[in-house]
């Protein structure tokens, strides 16, 4: 889902596929941690939205990771509960800060950060994508 939905909409190729199926990978294998949790959203049996908790940030910080939801999910106020959903989970288990990378331009995303009390930490030039962005990362205070 994210390779499609970003080689569309911001042309990302192999490189964010594979970036995200390597981090993808590497947290379904540490699941058996209590602290590490994905959601999904269903549309019958299909996958349309996701998100992840990665417990295992530096400095005992949670990682906010793989956040979609496929156009078809969206405008339903799933993306909102989905986020929630996770926030709640990382409250309960006090992280101390939850952090997330994403890349400027995605203002509907933005606003439902910071709408649920993440600010802007830093930007920077990065092609770790797959393509020239401006990265951001955001924390939430625990």
């Not at 596929?17 to 990978?25: G, K, N, Q, T, Y």
């Not at 156009?71 to 952090?99: H, I, M, W, Y």
């Not at 709408?115 to 924390?139: K, M, T, Y």
Request: net charge negative.
């Amino acid at each position: 889902m994210h390779a499609d939905y970003y080689s569309r909409h911001a042309e990302f190729g192999q490189p964010f596929e594979s970036l995200v199926a390597s981090d993808m990978a590497q947290l379904m294998g540490r699941l058996s941690n209590p602290r590490n949790e994905v959601w999904t959203v269903l549309d019958a049996e299909r996958i349309v939205g996701s998100i992840a908790i990665d417990a295992e940030g530096e400095k005992g910080e949670a990682i906010l990771r793989c956040f979609i939801l496929d156009p078809s999910a969206q405008g339903q106020g799933l993306g909102k509960r989905l986020l929630n959903e996770a926030l709640t989970f990382c409250d309960e288990q006090r992280f101390p800060v939850v952090r997330l990378w994403t890349f400027k331009g995605l203002d509907v995303a933005r606003k439902l950060y910071e709408d649920a009390g993440f600010i802007l930490e830093s930007e920077q030039e990065g092609q770790q994508w797959g393509a020239p962005v401006i990265e951001q990362c955001f924390v939430r205070l625990g």
